[in-house]
C-alpha cells in the first residue's frame, strides 16, 4: 500500500514505500509527474555505507532534463528540489514526514 508523504502541487505527488533491497536501506520515496513514476530515492541506512549512512540515494530517474544527474543527496527534500528544477513539472512540496520514516 502507498502512504502519501506530501502534499500534492497540481499534477506532482511522493508516496513512501518499502523497498526489498537485501539490506537495511528499505525505506523509499516515489515521485510522480503527471501519474508517471519519475524518481525513486532510498535511504541509506546500512551501517556499510560509512559517512553516507542517512542520504538519500537517488535508484532510479525518469524523464530528467540534466547533464549530470548527482546520485546522492544529504536529504529527502534536497533530492525533490533538485528533480523538480529538473523535469517537466510543478514542484514538488514535501512535508516533514518525509524525514521520518518509519
Same mark, same amino acid.
Given at each position: /500500500?502507498?502512504?502519501?508523504?506530501?502534499? !500534492?502541487? !497540481?499534477? $506532482? !505527488?511522493?508516496?513512501?514505500?518499502?523497498?526489498?533491497?537485501?539490506?537495511?536501506?528499505?525505506?523509499?520515496?516515489? %515521485?510522480?509527474?503527471?501519474?508517471? /513514476?519519475? =524518481?525513486?530515492?532510498?535511504? %541509506?541506512?546500512?551501517?556499510?555505507?560509512?559517512?553516507?549512512?542517512?542520504?538519500?540515494?537517488?535508484?532510479?530517474?525518469? =524523464?530528467?532534463? =540534466?547533464?549530470?544527474?548527482?546520485? /546522492?543527496?544529504? !536529504?529527502?527534500?534536497?533530492? =525533490?528540489?533538485?528533480?523538480? $528544477?529538473?523535469?517537466?513539472?510543478?514542484?514538488?512540496?514535501? $512535508?516533514?514526514?518525509?524525514?521520518? %520514516?518509519?
Amino acid at each position: /500500500m502507498l502512504e502519501a508523504i506530501g502534499t !500534492s502541487v !497540481s499534477r $506532482t !505527488s511522493a508516496y513512501k514505500v518499502r523497498i526489498n533491497t537485501l539490506s537495511a536501506d528499505s525505506n523509499a520515496i516515489i %515521485l510522480l509527474a503527471d501519474g508517471a /513514476m519519475i =524518481a525513486v530515492l532510498v535511504e %541509506l541506512s546500512d551501517e556499510g555505507h560509512g559517512p553516507d549512512q542517512g542520504k538519500w540515494a537517488l535508484e532510479a530517474a525518469f =524523464a530528467i532534463e =540534466a547533464e549530470r544527474v548527482p546520485s /546522492m543527496f544529504v !536529504s529527502a527534500d534536497e533530492a =525533490a528540489e533538485w528533480i523538480s $528544477t529538473h523535469v517537466r513539472c510543478n514542484k514538488f512540496v514535501l $512535508t516533514e514526514a518525509l524525514i521520518q %520514516l518509519r
